[in-house]
């Protein structure tokens, strides 16, 4: 099948500019995995997911089809970086405690990844899918970044993205759902940062190749403007959409 590859391009700018994943969560996920011996994080792009799934499992083997996403990955000696397809993992039947896809799951083929998921997991076995969608700095910024993203980019989205703005709620799932508590990505930015995040979208991107413009520069002034000193943090948070399932048989 094919990859759908939409980050190769700015993976260093996705490696630095990407709000990491709160430590609560992972807290939380390793709460429910049967043991801490083998975590999979599929999809795992930069290795966010990874890095922090490291500090809990024995293992962690981090798989992603973008060759330059993994070569800009963070590295740790617990974690084994290889590239592919979150469908076709080459892992054994049985053998993860707890499989993590972090802003990834939407790109997949469900017909054939959730049978390669309930495969590899063992007897209760933990499968964790999350995404974040629209952030929240404060109401004039909130309202610029929504419209740049819902209307100024709405034809440069890859359709697999509309699940992302609904956080997960109509996503495909057959596992035993546990129901969670909320979790928030959480970040102090300044302009800079917040403008470096926007290029990171792969939206932005497929924009520049179409028109050899940066549509940035279209809301840019106005961003500025809602922002004040260009130097001043200011936090911005994004509410986790989460999906967490048990496999309790094979």
């Given amino acids: 099948m094919n990859f759908k590859d939409y980050f190769s391009e700015q993976a260093d700018i996705y490696a630095q500019s990407r709000p990491r994943y709160p430590d609560d969560l992972f807290e939380y996920l390793v709460s429910l995995s049967p043991s ?20 809990y ?43 993590t896809v972090a802003t990834a799951i939407h790109w997949f083929n469900h017909d054939k990844f959730y049978p390669e998921a309930k495969r590899i997991l063992k007897n209760g076995g933990i ?16 309202t610029i970044i929504h419209h740049f993203a819902t209307e100024t980019l709405k034809d440069y989205w890859p359709p697999e993205r509309r699940f992302v703005w609904n956080n997960y709620a109509d996503l495909p799932f057959p596992f035993e759902i546990i129901e969670t508590p909320k979790f928030y990505c959480r970040v102090n930015w300044n302009l800079n940062q917040m403008v470096n995040y926007l290029n990171s979208w792969s939206s932005v991107q497929k924009y520049i190749a179409a028109h050899n413009s940066n549509p940035i520069e279209i809301i840019l002034p106005e961003l500025m403007k809602a922002w ?23």
Wanted: proline share 1%.
């Fill in 36 to 55: 801490k011996e083998l975590a999979w994080d599929v999809g795992t792009g930069n290795g966010q997911a990874a890095i922090s799934l490291a500090k």
């Fill in 57 to 99: 499992f024995d293992r962690v083997i981090a798989t992603d089809g973008s060759k330059e996403q993994i070569n800009n990955a963070f590295t740790n000696q617990k974690i084994e970086y290889k590239v592919a397809t979150a469908e076709n993992s080459g892992l054994e039947s049985n053998s993860v405690d707890l499989i």
């Fill in 127 to 142: 499968i964790a899918a999350w995404c974040y969608a629209f952030s929240k700095t404060n109401d004039s910024i909130d």
């Fill in 228 to 250: 004040g000193e260009p130097d001043a943090i200011k936090e911005t948070s994004w509410e986790l959409g989460l999906k967490i399932g048990k496999v309790n048989t094979h």
